[in-house]
């Protein structure tokens, strides 16, 4: 089936530092959604993107759907203690209706 | 307001039981779509429901059922539990199936089958 490729699968940053995610697919994507899930919860929508080559921001986070359509990137700017959690991309296949695939996740550690 | 709702928060069964599982969708939501997430993975797809009719399924044994009522609020049946059907099973909702494709998930279920 298709997959969404998320590495590392961990990453640790000091407390004010920016990071950056990537999502990369060998399928085409019509929609890319960026969720973070938080212990004991489901996970929550931050960004959804539509077109390629589209830049949305979310107070400190932006991302990116890539101009290849394979391709999505989450930035996150300045972070703080709160940011604390496991970043997902998801994406939506051309007539797949309202299905998504997910990556199996980059678990964010920020050291304060 | 009211974000998505699932019912129980946690639930223990033994293998060879039945479970259900419930959602209830953000109001003016009309499509619930359904999800397994086993620990360490991303969600994976099991069904899409939209104005109670199946709109998708993902690869799943038939052992796994759902439906949606009227008011949009949707069931997850699951028969005959195996133990690797212990997992954080999600409920999303979305306004429609066309063109807004922004799901929303509830807290989830989390299953243990022992």
Redesign the interface.
């Known amino acids: 089936?298709q997959q969404?490729n998320q590495s590392p699968q961990s990453m640790f940053i000091q407390e004010g530092e920016d990071v950056s995610m990537n999502c990369t697919s060998s399928s085409i994507f019509n929609?890319w959604?960026w969720?973070k899930q938080e212990p004991?919860?489901?996970?929550?929508?931050l960004i959804?993107l539509y077109k390629a080559g589209e830049l949305t921001s979310n107070g400190r986070l932006t991302a990116q759907f890539g101009i290849t359509r394979k391709d999505s990137f989450l930035n996150i700017s300045a972070s703080i203690p709160s940011d604390v959690g496991i970043y997902?991309c998801?994406g939506?296949l051309t007539g797949?209706?309202?299905?998504?695939?997910?990556?199996?996740?980059i678990t964010l550690s920020v050291r304060p | 307001d009211a974000g998505v709702t699932q019912s129980p928060t946690h639930l223990i069964k033994t293998r060879g039981q039945h479970v259900t599982l419930r959602c209830s969708p953000i109001s003016g939501h009309k499509s619930v779509s359904w999800y397994q997430q086993v620990l360490g993975q991303g969600p994976q797809f099991i069904f899409q429901y939209y104005e109670k009719e199946e709109r998708g399924r993902g690869n799943f044994p038939d052992r796994f059922s759902a439906r949606q009522f009227p008011n949009y609020s949707s069931e997850l049946n699951v028969n005959a539990l195996l133990l690797g059907d212990s997992a954080l099973y999600l409920c999303a909702s979305s306004f429609t199936g066309g063109s807004s494709y922004e799901q929303y998930f509830g807290p989830g279920t989390r299953l243990t089958v022992t």
């Not at chain 1, 797949?96 to 990556?103: D, E, I, M, P, Q």
């Open positions: 089936g969404l929609t959604l969720y004991g919860e489901g996970p929550v929508l959804a997902f998801a939506r797949a209706n309202s299905k998504l695939t997910f990556g199996k996740g």
